[in-house]
């Protein structure tokens, strides 16, 4: 007997646990020998995934950034979502400050101010009120709140109107490197791979009787979209920012400089628990 045959028979249980591990040991191990990995490469991962843990806290989670460069997050989404799903990345925080329907999440974000709207709804088109959508970006220095000092900015929570529509102010989006002074910035510069991402929002979205969603809104014509370093791009995500000059927003806000707009459904699938 190997010693693969051996560390997958000492799984024996029938239980989803025991068979996801005598996967991963299989294909660990075939891993392993493939490359002919070396005791040194292996204490380097160790390393690695060390460090890794340690840049880790309630800000900033390199291990999801990991599993997204690598496509790990993306291909999970694939295999469990809808087709308007993405990853959820590193910078989703609990607790957001709720907002009105129609209020403002910009905080001290920079950024040209954006208009965003849409409609929440089931695939056949039924709207859903009441759907708790968080919200989350970064801003036009291409930072999120919780990377720099301040106060929460560019994002918060709000819920769906009867109609299932929402709105909210915020910044347009503008794309930005994924964080690059830890572990994962680290293995990307040295295999000479991109860091960008292309401008978006993220939204999470629950409703009771549908499956929660996570997904974003991508700026249509950002130079990133063909080479997200997190492979999150879908083509329904991909919708235009428009562009206005001073005047009078659709909530009746008086802009005196120009602004933006997108219009944005976000579109659950039925069941769950949530």
Request: net charge negative; aromatic share 8%.
């Amino acid at each position: 007997m190997t010693l693969t045959d051996q560390v997958v028979d000492s799984f024996g249980g029938d239980d989803r646990l025991s068979h996801v591990m005598r996967s991963l040991v299989r294909h660990l191990h075939a891993f392993a020998e493939d490359v002919r990995l070396t005791e040194a490469e292996w204490a380097k991962a160790i390393d690695f995934l060390t460090r890794t843990g340690h840049i880790t806290d309630d800000r900033r989670q390199e291990f999801i950034l990991l599993s997204d460069v690598l496509g790990l997050s993306m291909l999970t989404v694939a295999l469990n979502g809808s087709d308007n799903a993405t990853v959820f990345g590193p910078f989703f925080v609990e607790g957001a400050p709720e907002v009105p329907l129609g209020g403002d999440i910009t905080g001290d974000a920079h950024g040209v101010p954006c208009w965003v709207s849409g409609t929440v709804r089931s695939k056949d088109g039924t709207p859903i009120p009441d759907a708790r959508i968080d919200v989350w970006e970064a801003d036009d220095n291409g930072l999120y709140d919780v990377q720099r000092d301040g106060g929460v900015a560019g994002r918060g929570r709000l819920r769906s109107g009867p109609d299932g529509g929402y709105r909210f102010w915020s910044v347009r989006p503008s794309p930005y490197p994924i964080p690059m002074d830890g572990p994962v910035g680290e293995l990307l510069a040295k295999t000479g791979r991109g860091p960008m991402r292309p401008a978006h929002i993220h939204f999470k979205v629950e409703a009771p009787g549908y499956r929660p969603l996570i997904t974003h809104v991508f700026a249509a014509g950002d130079p990133y979209l063909e080479t997200d370093a997190v492979f999150g791009v879908r083509e329904g995500l991909v919708t235009t920012f428009e562009e206005h000059q001073a005047g009078v927003a659709p909530d009746g806000r008086e802009l005196t400089g120009p602004w933006a707009s997108v219009e944005f459904d976000l579109v659950l699938t039925s069941g769950g628990d949530h």
